[in-house]
């Protein structure tokens, strides 16, 4: 079976890595054009194209794939390299352009997405943070047929995965790349075999995760401990949870919810105790949050016993929200 590729992060990589571990041929892959990256802002290739380009695979990056839109030149180059491959399907997974109508029509079994969530719980670009910060106790992945929609639609194969309770977005994420992998590879065995069983996703259930800014990553103390945990965890590896002392960002990595007596009268954000376990801070309803490991602006990640011996952090001082 022929099979062109699309996708971009590490997360798509994984995915192709298993495509052709499974013997797939894969004569086109399309990913995201070159972006800058590192202290130089050097232009770096994506994963995906990184290991097209090791494993002999012709690479298209067009900017838009839409021939009547602000890059037809690149759309019609696309169209005509998807032509020529001549493939049975495409496998979509995090490529970060929306697919316009003649893409999806133009393999034969048409375009297979891997979505990282259990549709249609969390449609949209940040599935695997959502579900972390909204505390939910399993997610996983879902294989769909692409249509025109944003992740609408149909589902083909769906398998789940428990969100543990010290996961972040980072570990979660791994966990899931695996698992995508192994269910397109699934898929498109079953497929080579007859046509593939196919479910309407539920009216019911419907959540959309929205695209993470980095504005969300300021710590807002006036929510309970319960709930900035999840965020600090939502928001590892990217952009990393972030309050302030005395106008210097620090970042929080690690936390753990003190579950020891409450604090309805300390100020929100007030540092309430330093030792080896940790920095206590006063959260929103009177809980505590415990900081385990933190990082200045340019320094590295260090535990918090490591951290205040550098770094004044004493009971009284109050940690603000960056603006």
């Known amino acids: 079976m022929k099979v062109i590729f699309a996708g971009t992060p590490e997360f798509a990589r994984v995915a192709l890595q298993q495509l052709l571990d499974a013997g797939f041929d894969v004569p086109l892959v399309l990913t995201q054009p070159d972006r800058p990256a590192g202290r130089g802002m050097k232009l770096q290739a994506s994963p995906v194209k990184q ?10 990056q067009p900017r838009s794939l839409r021939l009547d839109g602000k890059y037809p030149g690149d759309a019609a180059a696309a169209q005509a390299a998807i032509a020529d491959a001549g493939a049975d399907a495409m496998v979509v997974a995090a490529y970060g352009l929306i697919l316009p109508q003649w893409v999806l029509d133009a393999p034969r079994l048409g375009c297979l997405n891997i979505h990282a969530s259990l549709l249609p719980r969390w449609r949209g670009a940040a599935p695997i943070h959502r579900a972390i910060e909204a505390g939910d ?3 996983g992945v879902t294989i769909m047929q692409m249509d025109a929609g944003l992740d609408t639609g149909d589902m083909l194969l769906r398998s789940a995965l428990p969100i543990a309770a010290h996961d972040t977005t980072a570990t979660l994420h791994d966990r899931l790349a695996a698992l995508g992998g ?4 699934q898929a498109l065995q079953q497929a080579q ?16 995760a929205h695209k993470i800014d980095k504005t969300e990553a300021a710590i807002d103390w006036r929510q309970p401990a319960v709930a900035i945990e999840r965020r600090v965890r939502t928001f590892d590896p990217f952009p990393g949870a972030a309050t302030t002392l005395a106008g210097e960002a620090i970042k929080v990595w690690c936390c753990e919810i003190d579950s020891g007596p409450r604090f309805p009268s300390a100020t929100l954000g007030q540092i309430l105790y330093v030792n080896d376990q940790g920095v206590g801070v006063a959260c929103g309803d009177g809980t505590a949050l415990r900081l385990t490991e933190l990082q200045r602006a340019g320094g590295r ?4 016993r ?12 109050v940690l603000g929200t960056p603006a």
Request: hydrophobic share 45%; charged share 15%.
């Open 51 to 60: 290991l097209a380009q090791e494993r002999g695979i012709a690479v298209a």
């Open 137 to 139: 106790a399993e997610t």
């Open 182 to 185: 192994q269910l397109i590879v």
């Open 193 to 208: 075999q007859g046509p593939l069983h196919s479910e309407a996703q539920p009216a019911e259930g419907v959540t959309y």
């Open 301 to 304: 990640r260090l535990a918090a």
């Open 306 to 317: 490591d951290f205040v011996r550098g770094f004044t952090l004493a009971p009284g001082m």
